[in-house]
């Protein structure tokens, strides 16, 4: 079973970094493509970046291409989400998921993903 819990977040000056990470008690991620959402208030839940069971496929949208990476550690059972370049609209809660489907290398939409942690804040001052 996998259990996801993220860590990392907390409050950055605008194009300020931070590392979330995403950790599966159930020492199961490699077996998942994994992917990162965030949710700010008032908003739909936005994909924000996803990375293949490989770990060699990822994806990210424009909203945060050139400034947000994807990597996972299967050792470790652990995914990252690097952030650089932080802006105010990056404020959000971020929640990383797990995907059993094999139709593909990574998944952008979030009824794709079958197991989620509970976020972690993130919070950009201007």
């Known amino acids: 079973q996998v259990q996801l819990v993220e860590s990392g977040g907390g409050l950055v000056q605008a194009g300020g970094s931070l590392r979330l990470t995403c950790a599966d008690s159930?020492?199961?991620?490699?077996?998942?493509?994994v992917g990162w959402f965030r949710q700010a208030p008032g908003k739909e839940r936005e994909f924000v970046a996803a990375?293949?069971?490989?770990?060699?496929?990822?994806h990210v949208p424009d909203s945060v291409k050139g400034r947000f990476t994807i990597s996972r550690d299967d050792y470790e059972n652990t995914v990252y989400l690097e952030m650089n370049g932080l802006k105010p609209e990056d404020t959000a809660v971020y929640f990383c998921?797990?995907?059993?489907?094999?139709?593909?290398?990574?998944?952008?939409?979030?009824?794709?993903?079958?197991?989620w942690g509970q976020g972690t804040q993130v919070t950009v001052s201007s």
């Open positions: 159930g020492h199961t991620l490699s077996s998942y493509a």
């Open positions: 990375i293949s069971r490989s770990g060699f496929t990822t």
């Open positions: 998921a797990a995907s059993s489907l094999l139709s593909g290398t990574y998944y952008t939409r979030s009824w794709e993903y079958d197991f």
